[in-house]
């Protein structure tokens, strides 16, 4: 009998959500590791290997954890997040985030055909360049949070095509897209790729300056204002949102 597709996971929590329209929200956070990408502001840089045991919080908001070992399988996933959903409806949804999810697709399938029967929603945190991974668990998702990753913030790499082959699948379901957004962000940059986005659809911007480290340094005030005027012009909803959980000293 074929073995069951196994994950590798960094970490299971309860927190608040720190980024885009639902920050303040009380989520279910399960970061998986592994990354196809390598953003130089990237905060989750200890998730980007495959770690050899999994974090899992004891009790929901003790910050207590014990250690199981990786890989996990999906049943047993199901039994380590049960502990900290006893009362489901405090939660917003369960998040999916990463590194990237996508990358474990074969072993979301099973998983989040389980997660269904729990009646939460899931929320998937994703850099958005694995459409065809994405087409395999929509059907299994409420929500997805898409990163469109901006050239200049990439050393120059272009996903834009990736991110609209993306944004076709991820249609089918509530849709929220962020920008991050660093100094070397130009007003032309960014409405090119809003202009490209519009195409697909009317979606909830969230325009994320950048935390600053490593030497990646935020725009200022007058230019996120600026920016938001652009995305204004073609979107019914943008924000400038940071990210709050740095801010809040959350984790």
């Not at 840089?45 to 003790?62: H, M, Q, R």
């Amino acid at each position: 009998m074929p073995q069951s597709p196994r994950a590798y996971i960094y970490e299971i929590f309860v927190g608040l959500q720190g980024e885009g329209i639902y920050v303040g929200e009380r989520e279910l956070f399960i970061r998986f590791c592994g990354c196809n990408l390598s953003c130089p502001y990237c905060d989750t840089k200890y998730a980007l290997v495959k770690a050899s045991t999994c974090s899992v919080e004891e009790e929901a908001g003790t910050r207590k954890f014990y250690k199981v070992s990786n890989p996990i399988d999906a049943d047993e996933l199901v039994g380590l997040i049960s502990p900290l959903l006893k009362n489901r409806k405090i939660y917003h949804s369960v998040v999916l985030t990463g590194g990237e999810p996508l990358l474990w697709c074969d072993f979301l399938v099973p998983f989040l055909k389980r997660l269904k029967e729990m009646n939460l929603p899931v929320t998937l945190e994703t850099n958005g360049i694995l459409p065809v991974e994405l087409g395999k668990i929509i059907d299994f998702v409420d929500i997805v949070s898409m990163d469109y990753k901006l050239p200049s913030t990439l050393d120059g790499s272009d996903y834009s095509d990736k991110h609209l082959l993306f944004l076709e699948v991820a249609k089918a379901r509530e849709v929220i897209i962020k920008f991050v957004i660093t100094r070397n962000v130009g007003f032309s940059e960014l409405k090119n790729a809003l202009m490209l986005v519009r195409k697909i659809g009317d979606f909830p911007i969230v325009l994320q300056p950048v935390s600053p480290s490593g030497g990646v340094e935020a725009p200022d005030e007058l230019a996120l204002l600026r920016m938001q005027e652009i995305g204004k012009e073609l979107f019914s909803s943008v924000r400038v949102i940071p990210q709050m959980h740095k801010i809040g000293g959350w984790k």
